[in-house]
C-alpha cells in the first residue's frame, strides 16, 4: 500500500497544476520582477534607486 501513495501515477491528474498553468504563471512572475527591478533601478527617488543600484552590486551585477 505504501508503494502505492508514493508512486506518482497514483497521483490523480488534477493534483497538479498543468505545464502551460505553471510556465504562464512563471512568465508573469519574471516579468513582474524585471519590470520592477527596471522601475527602481531608474526612480528618481535616490533612497529607492540606491536601494536598487546597492542590490546589483550585492549580485555581483555591472552597472554604470
Not at 505545464?19 to 522601475?39: E, I
Amino acid at each position: 500500500m505504501a508503494a502505492s501513495i508514493l508512486s506518482p501515477s497514483a497521483r490523480p491528474a488534477s493534483s497538479a497544476p498543468a505545464l502551460a498553468t505553471r510556465l504562464v504563471a512563471g512568465c508573469l512572475a519574471l516579468a513582474f520582477g524585471l519590470g520592477l527591478f527596471l522601475a527602481t533601478g531608474f526612480a528618481a527617488p535616490s533612497l529607492i534607486h540606491n536601494a536598487t543600484h546597492d542590490t546589483r552590486h550585492a549580485f555581483g551585477l555591472p552597472c554604470h
